[in-house]
Nanobody, 119 residues
Framework: QVQLAESGGGLVQAGGSLRLSCAAS????????MGWFRQAPGKERDFVAA????????YYADSVKGRFTISRDNAKNTVYLQMNSLKPEDTAVYYC????????????WGQGTQVTVSS
């Protein structure tokens, strides 16, 4: 079983930055198979960012392109989400997710971390 633990959420003013971390443990997969999603109040969970087939670059939701960056530290089995120029509409619970293969569905989820952006 895979365990995913997010951290780094919090309250930030519009225009500010946060960096989320997701540490994988247990039966771990390549960090290439990990990504980020978010769920705003009253809305469905949406895709945010994930790694692509190497050597292609990561891919992002249109709403975060140019502002968010996904990265990883393979030695630590950790994935990061750097969020810059935050907007109130970025307010959501952010979830880390993992899949067995890069072409598969995301089957493993963390507990989520709250990000609140004030205007």
């Amino acid at each position: 079983q895979v365990q995913l633990a997010e951290s780094g959420g919090g309250l930030v003013q519009a225009g500010g930055s946060l960096r989320l971390s997701c540490a994988a443990s247990g039966r771990t997969f390549s960090t290439t198979n990990m990504g980020w999603f978010r769920q705003a109040p009253g809305k469905e969970r949406d895709f945010v960012a994930a790694f692509n087939w190497p050597p292609k670059p990561p891919y992002y939701a249109d709403s975060v392109k140019g502002r968010f960056t996904i990265s990883r530290d393979n030695a630590k089995n950790t994935v990061y989400l750097q969020m810059n120029s935050l907007k109130p509409e970025d307010t959501a619970v952010y979830y880390c997710a993992a899949r067995r293969t890069i072409a598969g569905t995301f089957d493993y989820w963390g507990q989520g971390t709250q990000v609140t952006v004030s205007s």
